[in-house]
């Protein structure tokens, strides 16, 4: 998981970015901004090295966090880390992030990667139908 790889060297908290130096494929060497509460929290992992260091052996990173995995068995939920990469290609799209930004973001190779990892809830598509429905009528002349 990417976020595990990251080192110190790779967050500039001063211009509010990280950089993604690893990745399976060009497009996921990246550069993101980062939101005021991710901010605050790589501040308090800054440390020379990984940010999330194996606790084993601090010259490797972690391949997995623990405490969200004890965490998901205690409280019985079928929930992954990487779950949260769908939770925010959906949240974003939905937010209304142009497709090609969301494909730069998350380092997908095309939009149509981006797209498995749309997920709109019933109620964004009902809020859509809403706009469609108040958009077509106010326009063609039927009232």
């Known amino acids: 998981m990417e976020v595990y790889s990251l080192r110190s060297e790779n967050v500039n908290l001063k211009t509010g970015y990280v950089f993604v130096a690893e990745g399976k494929t060009k497009f ?10 991710a901010k605050e929290v790589l501040e308090r992992r800054m440390k020379p090295g990984y940010l999330f260091p194996n606790q084993d052996d601090p010259n490797r990173h972690i391949t997995q966090c623990r405490s969200h995995d004890d965490l998901v068995r205690k409280l019985k939920l079928d ?3 990487y779950d949260f990469r769908h939770t925010f290609g959906s949240r974003m799209a939905m937010a209304g992030v142009d497709l090609p930004t969301l494909k730069e973001l998350m380092g997908h190779s095309t939009i149509a990667v981006t797209m498995k990892y749309i997920h709109p809830t019933p109620e964004h598509k009902i809020e859509a139908m809403r706009k469609y ?3 077509n009528y106010s326009h063609s002349g039927v009232e």
């Open 79 to 81: 929930v992954r880390i």
């Open 133 to 135: 429905t108040s958009h």
């Open 28 to 37: 996921a060497r990246r550069t993101i901004p980062l939101t005021p509460k």
